[in-house]
């Protein structure tokens, strides 16, 4: 059996689909460790998971720095920014826990999110073969769409960082040589994807929702998801009430999640919760609305809804495009946003047979992909042929 490190953002949206690899892994026999931040994995991680933790005041000081970004330059960050201002601090902050991990947990290899740097670097640094966890295929749909200055720019974020690090440049770090793990499917990625990569579908099997959330209130006829996701904190208010707005008195429900609102704010057919058993929510749900983050349009495709995006920075609009492309939605503009549109958009999606079938196409891929279970099965593969 085979040790395997595995190496996370501190994001919900990135530490659900890791572990439910990492508990198919751990099904098959081998050993599991992280490199995380442990406030971040507290409640999506078990108590049992072996840790190698991050400071949590230079994790912070990431964010910090990013959000500082965003409110000089007045604008969400885009996806350089995020490199420059977010990924590239993080991967700095992180590559003295992952030393440490390699050198205490000796892994067999080394599980990357696409966007944490560091653990590349270190699985180079000692030979170690390493695969990467593509959470959101957003750099890879920029290779298929031909963008050669972002790519220049990314490559030469990845390069500074390899020579901080005394290595030189090879290859990018987000895109393992070995192996890479796709959280999707050519439904609806329609791309191109190197041999080494494997798409799986949505890794959400094994999750475990411990959120309170009052199923009872759910009534018959249409019931709508919203939500803009946990990184958007900063224009979600706005938001909430345009939702609220838009809504009144319809004849659709909707659970509004990550909102905070008096009750007396409350229209009789809204739900308002600030964090909600997602995937439990979704099953009950007939659309999602959302910010286009790839995690919140799979799981809500994983059945068969279909949605309304309003992407609002960093990979959303790609994301957003595949949604369009996919037949499975339709797009909004954020910053136009207003609550008549939202509200048509979201009855269009509704009375449209169309999206809903576009929406079951794409379900039954992710349902034949395997998913956690053969995410893991191709990791076993890869530290066998190493071994």
């Known amino acids: 059996m085979a040790r395997f490190l595995f190496v996370v953002p501190p994001m919900a949206g990135h530490l659900f689909p890791s572990s439910s690899i990492a508990h198919a892994l751990e099904g098959l026999g081998h050993e599991v460790a992280w490199v995380v931040q442990a ?3 507290w409640g999506i991680l078990p108590a049992s998971a072996k840790l190698f933790t991050l ?3 230079a994790v912070d000081g990431c ?3 990013l959000a500082k ?3 000089e330059t007045g604008v969400a960050a885009d996806n350089e920014s995020y490199w420059e201002h977010f990924f590239l601090p993080l991967a700095r902050v992180m590559v003295p826990a992952i030393e440490a991990a390699v050198a205490a947990f000796a892994p067999d290899v080394l599980l990357v999110d696409q966007q944490t740097l560091g653990g590349a670097v270190v699985a180079r640094r000692h030979g170690l073969r390493w695969a990467t966890l593509v959470t959101t295929p957003q750099e890879l749909l920029r290779a298929s769409m031909n963008m050669p200055e972002s790519d220049e720019t990314r490559s030469g974020y990845f390069a500074l960082l390899e020579r901080e690090m005394g290595l030189p440049h090879t290859t990018d770090l ?3 040589p070995h192996l890479c793990i796709v959280l999707s499917t050519r439904e609806l990625a329609r791309q191109w994807f190197a041999p080494q990569m494997r798409l799986v579908g949505p890794a959400i099997a094994a999750r475990v929702e411990s959120t309170p959330f009052p ?8 019931r709508v998801f919203i939500s803009l996701g946990t990184m958007n904190g900063d224009v979600s208010g706005p938001f909430h009430d345009l939702v609220l707005e838009a809504f009144a008195g319809d004849e659709i429900q909707v659970v509004l999640a990550g909102a905070e609102r008096p009750a007396s704010q409350v229209p009789p057919n809204v739900i308002v919760r600030p964090f909600v058993p997602q995937l439990g929510v979704l099953a009950r749900m007939d659309a999602a609305v959302c910010h286009a983050g790839h995690n919140t349009v799979c799981e809500s495709l994983w059945f068969g809804l279909p949605l309304v995006v ?3 920075k960093a990979d959303q609009p790609f994301i957003a495009q595949q949604v369009v492309d996919a037949g499975v939605g339709v797009r909004l503009d954020f910053l136009r ?4 549109e939202l509200r048509e958009a979201v009855h269009r999606v509704l009375a449209e047979p169309s999206y809903r079938a576009a929406a079951a196409r794409v379900q039954r891929s992710f349902q034949e992909a395997g998913g956690s279970q053969h995410a893991a099965e191709h990791l076993a593969e890869l530290a066998q042929a190493g071994g």
């Open 39 to 41: 406030r971040a994995a």
């Open 55 to 57: 400071d949590d005041a």
């Open 63 to 65: 964010f910090a720095m």
């Open 69 to 71: 970004r965003e409110q």
């Open 174 to 176: 987000d895109v393992s």
């Open 215 to 222: 199923f009872e209130a759910l009534r018959e006829g249409p």
């Open 310 to 312: 309003v992407p609002v």
């Open 337 to 340: 946003l207003k609550a008549g």
